[in-house]
Structure formats: C-alpha cells, structure tokens
C-alpha cells in the first residue's frame, strides 16, 4: 500500500520503545474454458506483491513480483497476455490515469485489489503501532468514516472506467485480508485491542468493496477466510509485521499470496 516512507516513524518508535455506474454481468462465453485469457492485473501493493520480498527489476517503485497472486494466476493458467499494472502506493486515482491504458476490448479478465489507500491504511497502521489504543482506535474510525462517506463513489466511478474499457472482460475485485491475529504477540506495545480494531477495519472495508463490485456487476474474491489464522502474530504468519526493509510491513509474503491469494482468485475464475 501506500509507500513505507511513511511507516518508518512507527516501527521505529516500536522499536525503541520496547461517477456512479451499474454495468451488467458478463456472461463467459461457451468456450472460456478452453480459451486463453487475456489478462490485466491492476491495483495496489496488495496486488503487485509488495512483501514478498521479489521484484521484477523493471517495476521499480510499483514493486511488481514474481510471486505475486496476479503473476502466479498468469503463470499458472496459460494465459494468452499477461499485462502487470498494479503500483504499490496506487489510490483509485492512479488506477484511473496509469492502470486503464492496458485495458482494450480484447481484454478478457481483469483483477483489481484497491481502497487501502484511499482511506487511509499507512495512518492506520503507524497510528496502532506507534500510539496508544485510543489512538489506534480514533485512526480506525477515521478510516471507517472514509470507506462509508468517500469510497463508494471512488470505486463506483474507478470499476465504470474500468468497464468502459475492457466491456468483454470478467472482472474480479480482490478483497484485503484481516491483518492479525489475536493472543500472544512479541511486537512491543502492539496490544489485541489494536489488533482487533484494525480487523474491524478491514471488514468494514470490504463490506464496502463487496457492495460496490456488486452494484458494478463484477465478482468479489474475498481473501479473509484463506488467511485466517496466518496474519501478524499468528505461528505461522503468511502477512509480515514489522519489517526491514520497511516496505515488507504489514503486506502478505510470498506464502500469503501463493496459499491465501491464489486459492481465493482461483475459487472465483476456476
């Protein structure tokens, strides 16, 4: 998500310390099964794979991997075309001026993961690591009030433009995962009260995000239940907590994307 420049106050403070539009379905055509997608990957860092640790050389700052869930749907499917679009750090803006020109009328799949951003995720995330409950609690709120009051109308208009221009594509939104897990946890300060507003956050938001790819006639492939029991403080974690460098944080590795992400999207495309 948002770029991790702006995480660095709170792990390190952890450290010391201790245009509204309804679209119809698109039916697959009677052979989908048997032909080759055309398929565009556009979104965020929950989408390009940021925290997995690998990236292409040529992404630069977008932090698009290999082992990403777009690239293993690609890899794994004998795609036709495969376009990798998806930036960290992107907003429903950037998706609108940097992500649309992959889409055409031959583009037969589109998978997009956004929001985060737009409401606010790296405040949140410093706010809860970095501050006290109440703060973490008053950072959530804010960015609930941002998923029910702003969101709608960016998705509305973002998953339009998206339709507009690839009108023959399945188009599948990826949800966000609930980040963490509850009970012991060795981050200093990261109590199960900031853990649990933040999941709280993340249902609202893809209460939001479902709604919306709904009303847009697209298909909502949501990843909480895949990554239940492997997010931040889990035996197991599939999402890293704090982390060097500072832009691994708090974004699925490369077993959230590959056992969590994949199985989610496949579950949804086949």
């Known amino acids: 998500m948002r770029h991790a ?21 698109f039916a697959a055509d009677s052979d989908s099964e048997t032909t080759a997608e055309n398929y565009v990957a556009l979104g965020d860092s929950y989408a390009s794979g940021t925290g997995t640790r690998d990236y292409f050389e040529d992404s630069g700052d977008c932090l698009r991997s290999p082992k990403a869930y777009p690239q293993l749907w690609a890899d794994s499917h004998g795609v036709a075309s495969f376009n990798f679009a ?21 583009t037969t799949l589109v998978t997009i993961s956004i929001g985060g951003n737009d409401i606010g995720f790296v ?12 703060g973490c609690d008053n950072a959530v709120n804010d960015a609930a ?20 221009a690839a009108p023959n594509a399945k188009v599948v939104v ?8 509850m009970g012991e946890c060795g981050i200093p ?42 997010g931040v403080c889990s035996s197991d974690e599939w999402i890293n907590g704090p982390s060097n460098p500072i832009q691994e944080s708090f974004h699925p590795d ?14 949804v495309t086949g």
């Open 5 to 25: 420049r702006y995480l660095i106050g709170a792990v390190t403070v952890c450290a010391v310390a201790s245009g509204t539009a309804t679209a119809p379905a």
């Open 86 to 106: 998806a930036c960290s750090g992107a907003v429903t803006d950037d998706v609108n001026a940097d992500q649309l020109g992959s889409l055409s009328a031959d």
């Open 123 to 134: 405040d949140v995330i410093t706010s809860c690591v970095a501050g006290t409950d109440e």
């Open 145 to 164: 009030a941002k998923a029910q009051n702003e969101l709608p109308a960016k998705l509305d208009t973002t998953y339009a433009n998206i339709r507009a």
């Open 174 to 181: 990826v949800g966000y995962p609930r980040i963490n897990e």
């Open 189 to 230: 300060f990261y109590s199960e009260y900031k853990r649990q507003r933040i999941n709280e956050g993340a249902d609202e938001l893809a209460s939001v995000i479902s709604d919306r790819a709904s009303a847009a006639g697209f298909s909502f492939a949501d990843p909480r239940d895949s990554f239940s029991g492997h």
């Open 254 to 267: 490369v077993d959230g994307h590959a056992n969590a992400y994949l199985p989610t999207l496949n579950s």
